[in-house]
């Protein structure tokens, strides 16, 4: 490794973040800003949801939203850079083994993803009103959930951004990530699916369960939510799965 | 102090189409073998045991038609495509044991500009200079310079999105050549490039092998071959056809010059009379009525040549003559032109 390098790989994805800042901030905030407004007003304004519903809520979209922002910060320009431009080409001729390219993208997306988190926290406890109950006596678990969950957006990121090309990123939103999110226990606690024990356990699979729900043992632990040690050790088993995966293929792509 | 290249038999076999970029535009035939199960199964040789010696501090060419293997061969001496078997190495090093050391003494053109198009012309420079831990006032100051060098130091700070063929082209030479590597690679560097920009690539290119440093050059352009390389290795199929210098490879086509007819019919006699001619060195029949001369004169012939096929009722429908040059060289060990 050759920490120079990789310091101004950094450096290079900063700076192109930066600059693409405001855009990138309106892409973070929108869909879950529509979200809380729609099912954490609306719904819960008119009485068809209880109040108790929005802090059920809030945790499950910081969860979407750090997931989305890893793994488009991620996964999006590997597949513009591994197209027909190669333009990736003059980071793997860098003085470093390729394998740190990738992890050098996996870094910067998970700072990506605790920064939509940092953002989206704030600004949907504003928009959701009065009413939110969020406990922060668990420090502990707050960091490690959101480590691990930053750590899974990017991750998840490497590997589809080196498996899928550039015509199929639409699929990948409504094959792969729509259904990661809806079964993601993301807008409901995994507790409300006892009615359907067939999906309750088959959704154990999808590994944003383990990042809303973490969130939620995190930020309100008062309500219903998987074991911590179920949560730690899922999502640090996935973590480093998609991690071992991800560089897998990017080894894959990068040598003809 | 100047760094040798070496392969050693390398081979490589694709079993999935390359992407474009790096393997070149121009791919060999693919050929089908089948698989235990029947299923076609997509094969390329692109390279078939190519070894080559560019001594240090050498300018040497890689020269051959389209899908000849020279990109697949600057790819595995870049650390970009795994052979399949075959060893290579840059100076001591082996390019695929030791890569980063390998990374660290190489500069590399690709044939189609790569570059990182979500930063500015001086950005691409400066990161490109900081990947190489260049310290940062040294790399404003050489992007600077390469910038203006390369006339480019107007659009400097603009995304190179939009730049034209050229001159993306021409700040992917600056960017191979920010981190100073003792060799450099250019594959088709001139490709698209308009006959200015081409004369001041290769002042470029003259420039920095006097400067002692080893590059390889990969083209399709005999003249390029010709007015800049010290030694030309002829590739085709992924095998080396013939290896010198420019002088030495176009003296060894006998005669030199080539005179290509196009006759109906062609008699065996036709061959034999034209052989028998002054200066002749060799008539080879190429299509059905078509045959190449190799001889030591060009236009003087062409009266002989005239009363023979007259003797022999052939008629002559065409009749090309070119000179002394790396093209006809081409055109005697493969029967094909470069250009085919």
């Known amino acids: ?256 | 102090m100047a760094i040798g290249v070496r392969t050693e038999e390398l081979r490589k076999i694709y079993t999935a189409p390359p992407p474009a970029a790096s393997a070149g535009r121009g791919m060999a035939v693919p050929f089908r073998s089948r698989r235990r199960d029947g299923a076609p199964k997509f094969e390329v040789l692109a390279l078939d045991g190519l070894s080559l010696d560019v001594r240090p501090g050498e300018l040497f060419g890689l020269l051959g038609p389209n899908g000849a293997g020279k990109s697949t061969t600057v790819g595995v001496l870049t650390t970009r495509i795994r052979p399949t078997a075959g060893r290579a190495w840059i100076g001591e090093h082996d390019v695929w044991r030791t890569g980063v050391a390998v990374k660290r003494l190489i500069g590399v053109v690709p044939q189609r500009p790569n570059l990182d198009f979500s930063l500015t012309a001086r950005e691409i420079l400066l990161f490109h200079g900081a990947y190489f831990g260049i310290p940062a006032s040294v790399r404003t100051a050489r992007a600077g310079e390469l910038l203006e060098r390369f006339q480019l130091a107007d659009r400097a700070d603009q995304l190179p999105l939009g730049f034209s063929g050229g001159m993306q082209q021409r700040l992917s030479i600056a960017r191979a050549m920010m981190h100073d590597p003792h060799v450099l690679f250019l594959d088709e560097p001139s490709a698209g490039l308009d006959p200015q920009t081409r004369l001041l690539l290769w002042e470029i290119v003259r420039e920095y092998h006097r400067r002692g440093r080893t590059i390889l050059l990969t083209t399709h352009n005999m003249e390029e071959a010709d007015a800049l390389c010290e030694r030309v290795a002829i590739v085709d199929h992924g095998k080396l056809i013939a290896l010198g210098s420019p002088g030495d490879l176009k003296r060894s086509v006998p005669g030199g010059f080539v005179i290509r007819l196009q006759v109906q019919p062609r008699p065996p006699a036709l061959l034999r009379q034209l052989e028998r001619l002054t200066g002749v060195t060799e008539a080879r029949p190429v299509g059905e009525n078509i045959l190449d001369l190799y001889a030591d004169r060009g236009g003087a012939l062409i009266p002989e040549v005239i009363n023979i096929a007259l003797l022999e009722r052939v008629a002559i429908h065409d009749v090309h003559i070119s000179e002394p040059s790396l093209e006809n060289l081409f055109l005697h060990h493969t029967g094909r032109s470069l250009r085919d």
């Not at chain 1, 989206?120 to 691990?148: E, R, Y």
């Not at chain 1, 990530?177 to 024990?197: D, E």
């Not at chain 1, 999502?235 to 003809?256: C, P, Y």
Request: aromatic residues 10%; proline residues 6%; charged residues 10%.
């Open chain 1, 1 to 256: 490794m050759n920490g120079k390098t990789f310091l101004a790989l950094l450096a290079r994805d900063a700076h192109v973040a930066r600059r693409n800042f405001l855009p990138l901030l309106l892409q973070t905030l929108l869909q879950p800003m529509l979200l809380v407004f729609v099912l954490g007003r609306v719904l819960t304004g008119s009485g068809m949801m209880p109040a108790a519903y929005k802090s059920m809520l809030l945790p499950g979209i910081i969860a979407l939203s750090m997931l989305l922002a890893g793994i488009q910060a991620v996964a999006m320009p590997l597949i513009a850079e591994f197209q027909f431009t190669r333009e990736i080409e003059d980071r793997l001729l860098a003085p470093i083994e390729i394998e740190w390219v990738a992890v050098e993208k996996v870094l910067s997306g998970m700072i990506q993803a605790l920064l939509a988190g940092l953002v989206v926290l704030p600004a949907a406890w504003l928009l959701l009103g009065k009413g939110v109950a969020l406990q922060f006596d668990h420090p502990f678990t707050f960091l490690g959930v959101t480590l691990l969950v930053a750590l899974l957006s990017s991750a998840v990121g490497l590997t589809l951004g080196c498996s899928i090309g550039q015509t199929q990123i639409g699929l990948m939103f409504s094959l792969v990530l729509a259904p990661m999110i809806f079964f993601g226990c993301t807008y409901y606690p995994w507790s409300a699916l006892a009615s359907f024990p067939i999906l309750k356990r088959a959704v154990l699979a999808n590994p944003v369960v383990y990042a809303s729900e973490g969130l939620r043992a995190a930020l309100v632990p008062r309500l219903p939510h998987l074991p911590e040690v179920a949560i730690f050790a899922a999502l640090a088993a996935f973590d480093l799965f998609f991690l071992l995966f991800g560089l897998h293929r990017f080894r894959r792509k990068s040598v003809t």
